[in-house]
């Protein structure tokens, strides 16, 4: 059986990271993931628009804590508490031992490994603690720095959907990637 119980909320450390719950005080940064149209790029949800959408998407993300329906961390670096992104497991499906993994991370940390250090702490904590037996990570194709990150971390694709979402008057493809627990 998996184990969905996040409270008291499971802060995790890497050797450059904190990962910690998405509190108020975040809006600011919340605001500027959520805002920008290049890191939005390839999520197709709508964009923030006021600080206000920033603290309804803060209470969202407790909520889903509250109930153990999904958990995300604040990115954060350790000699610094500001929220520099966010990474979580969601859509968890306890009947397959499944969840989907979702990461954002603000444009001046790109390229630095910040984010691949985060999806291996979160894929440890999703086998270990969670108990999960996959996990996946649902990109849009053309997102080939996500792409990347994935595969270096063990994932591997599982299925190229055709025009499965439609979003903004198109239709979009998505590219699932996933990796299982072989432990």
């Given at each position: 059986?998996?184990n969905l119980i996040?409270?008291p909320?499971?802060?995790?450390?890497?050797?450059r990271?904190?990962?910690?719950r998405v509190?108020n005080k975040?809006?600011?940064?919340?605001?500027?993931?959520?805002?920008?149209?290049?890191?939005?790029?390839?999520?197709?949800?709508?964009l923030?628009?006021t600080?206000d959408?920033a603290l309804?998407h803060i209470t969202?993300?407790d909520?889903?804590?509250?109930?153990n329906?999904?958990?995300?961390w604040?990115i954060?670096l350790?000699?610094?508490d500001?929220?520099?992104?966010?990474?979580g497991?969601?859509?968890i499906?306890?009947?397959?031992?499944r969840a989907e993994i979702g990461?954002m991370?603000?444009?001046?940390?790109?390229g630095k490994g910040?984010?691949?250090?985060?999806i291996?702490e979160?894929?440890n904590?999703?086998f270990?603690s969670?108990?999960l037996?996959?996990?996946?990570?649902i990109i849009?194709?053309?997102?080939?720095?996500?792409e990347?990150?994935?595969?270096?971390?063990?994932?591997?694709k599982?299925?190229?959907l055709?025009?499965n979402e439609?979003y903004?008057?198109r239709?979009?493809d998505?590219?699932?990637y996933?990796?299982?627990n072989?432990?």
């Amino acid at each position: 059986m998996i184990n969905l119980i996040f409270n008291p909320f499971p802060n995790l450390e890497t050797e450059r990271l904190l990962l910690r719950r998405v509190v108020n005080k975040d809006v600011e940064q919340i605001f500027a993931l959520r805002s920008d149209k290049e890191v939005m790029k390839y999520i197709p949800r709508p964009l923030v628009k006021t600080k206000d959408d920033a603290l309804a998407h803060i209470t969202m993300i407790d909520e889903k804590i509250d109930t153990n329906e999904g958990i995300n961390w604040a990115i954060t670096l350790k000699n610094n508490d500001k929220l520099i992104g966010i990474i979580g497991l969601y859509r968890i499906q306890p009947e397959h031992f499944r969840a989907e993994i979702g990461y954002m991370l603000l444009p001046e940390y790109h390229g630095k490994g910040i984010v691949s250090e985060a999806i291996n702490e979160v894929v440890n904590y999703g086998f270990a603690s969670i108990k999960l037996h996959s996990i996946e990570a649902i990109i849009d194709p053309k997102n080939f720095a996500s792409e990347k990150v994935l595969q270096k971390n063990g994932f591997v694709k599982e299925a190229h959907l055709k025009e499965n979402e439609y979003y903004e008057g198109r239709f979009l493809d998505t590219v699932i990637y996933s990796i299982i627990n072989n432990m």
